[in-house]
T-cell receptor, first 110, second 111 residues
Framework: QKEVEQNSGPLSVPEGAIASLNCTYSDRGSQSFFWYRQYSGKSPELIMSIYSNGDKEDGRFTAQLNKASQYVSLLIRDSQPSDSATYLCAVKNTGNQFYFGTGTSLTVIP | ETGVTQTPRHLVMGMTNKKSLKCEQHLGHNAMYWYKQSAKKPLELMFVYSLEERVENNSVPSRFSPECPNSSHLFLHLHTLQPEDSALYLC??????????FGSGTRLTVV
């Protein structure tokens, strides 16, 4: 079983729609969860971190965490073409190790 | 300079060459990392230097050799690489595992 799993996509949404990206993880005791955005040919950049159950909002981005279901998601409201990128989910597990998913490719269609 | 800087941005090397990748962080972080990113695969952690201790992924071949002379600088020495080692190599730094910041990466091609 992989530590972190994501649907690789590609996910396509029209401009202005809500994009929903999902991630599951295997270590039930994990406490720290992160979403990174990676544009083609660029390095990953941190866009959201979440540590507690529930929702965390930052501008057009909302991270949702459900530890009981071992599930973390990222919602992007009012999607823009500039949001087109690969989104990486990362989890810091109980062993203090950092694991990344394979990433979900998002395309926002103008 | 700010953040994490990596050089070179692109590198093409033959299988018998020896080269080194360089990383420097300007964030005052206490941990530095080397990651390998191949197409369609998750980011693979290769080496961690935290508080001057090295932790490595045991699956990394010995043809990759890291060096961390101080908390701000990290090198990855490469020798007798294979074509399957072609990938994007990313350096990152953090403070106690938080605030991960990546460098721009070195795109390595082994011919």
């Amino acid at each position: 079983q992989k530590e972190v799993e994501q649907n690789s996509g590609p996910l396509s949404v029209p401009e202005g729609a809500i994009a929903s990206l999902n991630c599951t993880y295997s270590d039930r005791g994990s406490q720290s969860f992160f979403w990174y955005r990676q544009y083609s040919g660029k390095s990953p950049e941190l866009i959201m971190s979440i540590y507690s159950n529930g929702d965390k909002e930052d501008g057009r981005f909302t991270a949702q965490l459900n530890k009981a279901s071992q599930y973390v998601s990222l919602l992007i409201r009012d999607s823009q073409p500039s949001d087109s990128a690969t989104y990486l989910c990362a989890v810091k597990n109980t062993g203090n190790q950092f694991y990344f998913g394979t990433g979900t490719s998002l395309t926002v269609i103008p | 300079e700010t953040g994490v800087t990596q050089t070179p941005r692109h590198l093409v090397m033959g299988m018998t060459n020896k080269k080194s990748l360089k990383c420097e962080q300007h964030l005052g972080h206490n941990a530095m990392y080397w990651y390998k990113q191949s197409a369609k695969k998750p980011l693979e952690l290769m080496f961690v230097y935290s508080l001057e201790e090295r932790v490595e992924n045991n699956s990394v071949p010995s043809r990759f050799s890291p060096e961390c002379p101080n908390s701000s600088h990290l090198f990855l020495h490469l020798h007798t690489l294979q074509p399957e080692d072609s990938a994007l190599y990313l350096c990152a730094s953090s403070q106690d595992g938080y605030g991960y910041t990546f460098g721009s990466g070195t795109r390595l091609t082994v011919v």
